[in-house]
């Protein structure tokens, strides 16, 4: 059989009895499979992975089988085609590799403790139960599940139980769907319910080592966000609960598992006395990400891995729309604009970068589609371009009639573009396809060429980039009549500038509004006239303003050491995302100082000065009734301040620690890491180090958590970087879910050859632990982000570069070798008229 066959060409399920009978204490998995399904020839393929097979049968006959691994195979012959019920007996393992069914580990008042789930998207369903793990093999399921139950013990599921009988719980039958979106967990829960205005049950499940009001807040947001959908999409929700599980283990950030949707305990609970305003946007983000899935994904499903985006790219676009709605005071869509954008945009100006929609077979490669700089941020501004295009009313009108015409179905991305075509009016595949299939993004560059206002596109590039000619539809959201709404030609000549500029009585600009994926190079005439009317501005226009100028720098088109002079002027701004956006461009200047040296000394001075007006303004500690861009730029602030080395700032953060070391957690969530970083870079002990790390292992509070990680690899102690990488492999202490967050920290600081030693190292450990999830591949992704030496280069490549034939691994080390490369050759080209740049803009 050829490897590109899908096995739903060969046999169409319809409807599945799973029968599971799982052992906790022998970690065993073992059951009947039956599946009914039209057999498409005699000779059918089912999936399975890790299992063995004891018996299969096909209408109640023993029929002959083979194992294929490498296709993760059962092939079966059959007497006859046409409809078929298969009976598969099959045990496997349970594992610990956060894929398939997996036990999440926690403790609960110093008894360890586990709690079964699952994690079936990409390939895994093929783990739990033989089936055909295709997107485009929905069927029906009925579930019956056995366990090594305890008294007390809570089980759920993608449907409501309805009966249990010999200890076997069994599922009502669910909706036609995708078996990577089956779902069950199991164990010693809580949990909190609602009901939407429909009538849809609500719940939020955790475990009991966290405080019941730390499901409050999800509660709500997603009985809302729920809510806000049905009405959005003119569709009712299909079934008949929404349950929220938080997994102490859980790989991805979240999973929308139809009517059972897994998060990590970070991106679901919360404690509403003590939590970052921040946090609550992520969370709530997060939730709205994956209800808007239970339609766009789930409801309707792409027909095969190569349209991922049209799933994730439309949940990321749509979790700012929902809570943009629920929560209008949050400016939610300012996040996207510091979060999403500049994501997309540095990472699609490699060349080499994946398209977003991407043509992939292997299992392997699948799991190397989720990059989330392409497929969700990139994938999300091409559907906000799409969203400003034709508006809101045609989008709605659009997506009803999307989910009408495939409920319960599959469907590609023209699907989706023909039905909002329809309802628009307008061409929007031919608009898109420009978008989507080509990698990259151009550079519009508008100059004053004798007299006449010009633009012209380009492909833009950070480091080497193969100019193939690409051209793009671009709505250019232009505040001149004279340009046009889509510019698709190379060049375009406006009219007379100075007749123009007259009219319009403020300075030229492209891509008002930062919706659309590009940037803009406006030569110096045009520049200064903007810079001239700075604060005639917008922050989402400051912030564009200073972000393309970045990328510009990144990519040898004008020099960093012309930015720096700009940077004051941005300084007294009370915009979280304007302070957001200034101190990245300044904390990409750090790659330009060697540490310890004078010119390191002199960009400390720097953000000295652009923190330290700031930082007197709002103080270390949050006051009650600021406003939230307070709340979001003190963090920012107090962050400059620290690595400003500012002796008053450093005191005021320690001695706030003083007075709370017996009550770390309790610190104001917003600031805490900034105030435990502190201490342990500038008055830590080996007794703080012992302290926090076993606060660590103790806390069930994913935010203190979390700032203990940040922390602790701060320390510039040899010594206690050695005990913290000592610890990398206990998963005890440092799940394997959080590890990637820990080593980035190490490296990013005084333990970066310690870190880098042990994944180079351990990196068959890391391989065995992590290997089988989409996060693998961003461990290099993080390591790419720290290095900027010809000599880290130099081992990034001596060690990656035999790895780079291993399936799913290929083009993340093509492009991060171009980018530690392209970084390598900025900082040389640069460093000397950036440090003179800084120099002379602290002497100013």
């Known amino acids: 059989m050829a490897e590109s066959t899908h096995f739903y060409e060969l046999f169409q399920p319809s409807h599945y009895n799973v029968f599971l009978d799982i052992n906790r204490a022998t970690k065993q998995i073992s059951g009947t499979s039956t599946i009914t399904g039209d057999a498409k020839e005699t000779g059918i393929a089912i999936h399975q992975k890790y299992m063995t097979i004891s018996a299969v049968t096909a209408d109640g006959q023993a029929v002959p089988f083979t194992f294929d691994d490498e296709t993760e195979a059962i092939h079966i012959e059959l007497t006859k085609t046409g409809e078929t019920t298969l009976a598969i007996d099959f045990s496997a393992p349970l594992t610990d590799s956060m894929m398939g069914i997996y036990p999440s580990y926690y403790e609960l008042n110093g008894e360890k403790k586990q709690l079964i789930g699952t994690q079936f998207e990409t390939t895994a369903a093929r783990q739990a139960f033989p089936c055909v793990d295709e997107p485009e093999a929905k069927a029906t ?114 999973m929308e598992n139809w009517g059972l949707v897994t998060y990590r305990e970070a991106y679901l609970l919360l404690d509403p006395d003590n939590t970052a305003f921040e946090t609550k946007q992520r969370v709530a983000t997060v939730i709205a990400h994956e209800l808007a899935h239970q339609w766009f994904g789930d409801l309707v499903t792409m027909k095969w891995w190569d349209d991922l985006w049209l799933n994730e790219s439309f949940a990321n676009m749509m979790e700012y729309v929902a809570i943009d709605a629920i929560e209008p005071d949050w400016h939610i869509w300012e996040a996207f604009q510091t979060g999403e954008a500049p994501m997309a945009l540095q990472r699609d100006a490699t060349d080499g970068v994946q398209s977003v929609h991407v043509q992939v077979e292997d299992p392997a490669e699948i799991d190397a589609l989720f ?135 403020e300075p030229f600009r492209l891509n008002v509004g930062n919706n659309s994926h590009f940037i ?139 007075a709370n070391q017996d009550n770390l957690a309790g610190l104001p969530a917003a600031v805490r890491v900034y105030i435990l970083a502190n201490e342990v870079e500038n008055f830590g002990s080996a007794a703080l180090f012992d302290q926090l790390l076993n606060d660590y292992r103790k806390s069930s509070d994913a935010s203190y958590k979390a700032d203990i990680a940040a922390a602790l690899p701060t320390t510039p102690d040899s010594d206690l970087v050695a005990k913290l990488i000592g610890v990398f492999e206990d998963a005890d202490t440092i799940k394997p879910q959080d590890l990637r967050a820990w080593y980035r920290g190490v490296l990013a600081h005084k333990g970066q050859q310690a870190a880098w030693d042990w994944i180079r190292n351990d990196w068959q450990w890391l391989e065995d632990t992590v290997g089988g999830d989409m996060e693998f591949t961003t461990y290099i992704t993080v390591t790419t982000g720290v290095f900027h030496t010809p000599e880290r280069l130099a081992e990034f490549k001596a060690f990656f570069e035999p790895k780079i034939n291993t399936p799913g691994l290929t083009r993340e080390i093509n492009m991060d070798t171009k980018v530690i490369a392209t970084r390598v050759a900025l900082v040389e080209a640069e460093k000397d008229a950036v440090n003179a740049a800084v120099a002379q803009t602290v002497k100013d």
């Open 141 to 254: 399921f009925d579930l019956a599940i056995k366990f090594d139950e305890q008294p007390g013990e809570t089980i759920i599921s993608n449907m409501p139980e309805v009966k249990t009988e010999n200890g076997v719980h069994y599922f009502d039958t669910t909706v036609r769907m995708s078996s990577y979106l089956i779902a069950f967990a199991f164990g010693d829960l809580q949990s909190k319910l609602t009901t939407t205005k429909s009538g849809v049950q609500v719940g939020v499940f955790a475990t009991k080592a966290h405080q019941a009001k730390e499901l409050d807040f999800a509660l709500d947001i997603a009985k809302r966000s729920i809510e806000f959908y049905e009405d959005f999409y003119q569709t009712p929700y299909p079934l008949p609960h929404s349950w929220q599980l938080a997994l102490p283990d859980f790989s991805a950030g979240a």
């Open 371 to 505: 990059d989330s700089a392409i497929v969700y941020a990139k994938g999300a501004r091409m559907l906000v371009m799409v969203r400003a295009l034709i508006g809101d009313d045609a989008l709605r009108a659009g997506l009803k009639n999307y989910f009408a015409t495939h409920h319960y179905g599959n469907a590609t991305g023209a699907d989706l573009w023909a039905a909002l075509g329809a309802a628009s009016g307008m061409d929007v595949g031919a608009i898109m396809t420009s978008w989507l299939e080509q990698p990259g993004y151009p550079v519009v560059s508008a100059q004053v060429v004798d007299g006449k206002l010009t633009i012209h596109q380009q492909q833009f590039f950070i480091g080497d980039g193969k100019d193939a000619g690409r051209q793009w539809q671009v709505p250019l959201n232009s505040n001149y009549d004279a340009a046009p709404a889509i510019f698709a030609d190379t060049d375009a000549t406006l009219g007379d500038y100075a007749e123009l500029r007259q009219a319009s009585g």
């Open 520 to 658: 803009v190079k406006y030569d110096d005439t045009l520049l200064q006239d903007i810079l001239a009317h700075l604060d005639d501005l917008d922050a989402i226009a400051q912030l564009q303003l200073l972000q393309d100028l970045r990328l510009l720098a990144e990519g040898q088109q004008i020099s960093y050491a012309d930015i720096v002079p700009l940077l004051p002027r941005f300084a007294a701004s009370h915009s979280a995302i304007v302070n957001d956006v200034l101190y990245g461009v300044a904390a990409n200047l750090k790659k330009f100082v060697k540490e310890g040296s004078a010119e390191e000394q002199q960009l400390r001075a720097l953000f000295g000065q652009l923190s330290g007006d700031q930082i007197a303004r709002l103080g270390w500690l949050p006051r009650a009734g600021e406003s939230n861009d307070d709340q979001l730029t003190r963090p920012t602030i107090l962050s400059a301040a620290l690595y400003a080395k500012d002796d008053a700032t450093l005191q005021a953060a320690h001695d706030i620690f003083t």
